[in-house]
T-cell receptor, first 108, second 116 residues
């Protein structure tokens, strides 16, 4: 069993839809990270959170430490949101352990 | 403030050659991480370095791979005697000084290594 599990693996949505990507982890962590990998391969850090909720524009990330679960929400999705979204965790060791990613496609 | 820089962006090597991948962290960042993304697979940790020190190399293959982060200059990931299975995207990330709750890591654009 992987330490970080994401679902779904693939997600297709219509423009404007509300999107949720889920992440569960099985280890103790100091922080959970959401990353976006563009079709060209570049990786951008979206959020780092250790509790509660963070919002940036149309993106919202939540974490429940007791349940070891996090969600990434995208409101009013747009085709430019199409990318791979990756959940990762960091603990006492500083490096990231990654989920397998969720391929999101938003259709116009 | 320039972001994390990696070069080359694309590297083609024949089996048995050496590959050198360079990473310049963001200004003021003293922590460097190398990650590898094999084709159709997720990202995997390789090595974590601070200036002149390897902190954790538990993700590095035991042979042919080495990394350094000298006092001056970029971090280098070196792969000797490359094989086809080394073909992958290699990402470098950097973060600022240690923070107990964790630090955001800033990723470079990656180096795509192709071994013929």
């Amino acid at each position: 069993k992987n330490e970080v599990e994401q679902s779904p693996q693939n997600l297709t949505a219509q423009e404007g839809e509300f999107i949720t990507i889920n992440c569960s982890y099985s280890v103790g962590i100091s922080a959970l990270h959401w990353l976006q990998q563009h079709p060209g391969g570049g990786i951008v850090s979206l959020f780092m959170l250790s509790s509660g909720k963070k919002k940036h524009g149309r993106l919202i990330a939540t974490i429940n430490i007791q349940e070891k679960h996090s969600s990434l929400h995208i409101t009013a999705s747009h085709p430019r949101d199409s990318a791979v979204y990756i959940c990762a965790v960091s603990g006492s060791a500083r490096q990231l352990t990654f989920g397998s990613g969720t391929q999101l496609t938003v259709l116009p | 403030n320039a972001g994390v820089m990696q070069n080359p962006r694309h590297l083609v090597r024949r089996r048995g050659q050496e590959a050198r991948l360079r990473c310049s962290p963001m200004k003021g960042h003293s922590h460097v991480y190398w990650y590898r993304q094999l084709p159709e697979e997720g990202l995997k940790f390789m090595v974590y370095l601070q200036k002149e020190n390897i902190i954790d190399e538990s993700g590095m293959p035991k042979e042919r791979f080495s990394a350094e982060f000298p006092k001056e200059g970029p971090s280098i990931l070196r792969i000797q005697q490359v094989v086809r299975g080394d073909s992958a995207a290699y990402f470098c990330a950097s973060s600022p000084k240690f923070a107990a709750e964790g630090e955001t890591q800033y990723f470079g654009p990656g180096t795509r290594l192709l071994v013929l």
